[in-house]
């Protein structure tokens, strides 16, 4: 769900209302960017906020809070909450990290209430931080998820992470080697290529070649190869060639692809 979409709940929660706002909140709701469900785990965790005991705010703390999300947006841009939260329905309950996300914003808001504004960097910047690192974790837990689409969920999410550690990295390319569904691995494969830069990746893709045994896998390893013009993979790509099975799809495409990186 967008930071804007969080906004206008917020606002529907808060009271500041009116029917703009209420047309755009039905509107999100029928054409299911909003969902009842999430609408009403907002409901639950604002009605817990309220027992919170804080100091009230001056006028233009509240717009400022805003303003200082949307600069984080603009410099960061990060994956909304809510999108990254829907992804673990599976061993994770999403209710539970809504509210242990949402929770952690209403920390960071109490903490603009009660410090003044201009430490506001350093804060964000920390939020930034944590944020980064519940992806990370995101992504290796849905890797080992028995559900294929939790599997492409957690390739997709690596691919907006701003960026990657060699854990990362490790979990893509063991999903490229052993994921049983093909196209989980040329999924991975299309989120390890950005980092072919990566000593480790780069060399993990090319003993990627040996692995495969699906067709389609063969060949999108050869186009990778040449895009990436390695030269190293030539060996390996010369073994695949000399299997008596190979499909000839594969084998041509490996004979044009050695044509070029030779």
């Known amino acids: 769900m967008k930071e804007e979409y969080t906004i206008l709940i917020m606002d529907y929660l808060d009271g500041n209302w009116d029917d703009r706002k209420?047309?755009?909140?039905?509107?999100?709701?029928?054409?299911?960017?909003?969902?009842?469900q999430e609408l009403a785990?907002?409901?639950l965790l604002h009605q817990g906020s309220e027992k919170l005991s804080a100091p009230a705010p001056a006028d233009q703390l509240r717009?400022?809070?805003?303003?200082?999300l949307g600069d984080w947006k603009e410099s960061s841009q990060p994956s909304s909450w809510q999108r990254l939260l829907q992804s673990f329905n599976g061993s994770i309950r999403v209710s539970q990290l809504l509210g242990a996300a949402c929770l952690l914003v209403v920390g960071i808001a109490l903490g603009f209430w009660l410090h003044p504004v201009q430490n506001y960097e350093s804060?964000?910047?920390?939020?930034?931080?944590?944020v980064q690192q519940m992806r990370e974790a995101m992504v290796l837990t849905l890797l080992e998820q028995p559900s294929a689409m939790q599997r492409l969920k957690a390739v997709s999410i690596s691919t907006d992470l701003t960026s990657v550690d060699e854990k990362i990295h490790q979990a893509l390319l063991r999903t490229l080697n052993e994921d049983p569904q093909v196209n989980v691995r040329i999924a991975a494969l299309e989120a390890l290529?950005?980092?072919?830069?990566?000593?480790?990746?780069?060399?993990?893709?090319?003993?990627?070649?040996?692995?495969?045994?699906?067709?389609?896998?063969?060949?999108?390893?050869?186009?990778?190869?040449?895009?990436?013009?390695?030269?190293?993979?030539?060996?390996?790509?010369?073994?695949?060639?000399?299997?008596?099975d190979l499909n000839q799809?594969?084998?041509?495409?490996?004979?044009?692809?050695?044509?070029?990186?030779i």
């Open 22 to 36: 209420e047309a755009q909140l039905q509107q999100l709701l029928a054409e299911g960017e909003i969902s009842q």
């Open 41 to 43: 785990d907002w409901k």
């Open 63 to 68: 717009d400022n809070f805003y303003t200082m």
């Open 123 to 130: 804060q964000i910047g920390q939020l930034s931080t944590e």
């Open 193 to 244: 290529i950005p980092y072919s830069q990566n000593s480790l990746v780069r060399q993990g893709l090319v003993r990627s070649i040996a692995q495969q045994s699906d067709p389609l896998m063969q060949i999108a390893l050869a186009q990778a190869m040449v895009e990436l013009q390695e030269k190293q993979a030539v060996r390996a790509l010369e073994d695949l060639l000399e299997k008596e």
């Open 249 to 261: 799809d594969v084998k041509q495409t490996i004979e044009q692809s050695l044509e070029i990186l």
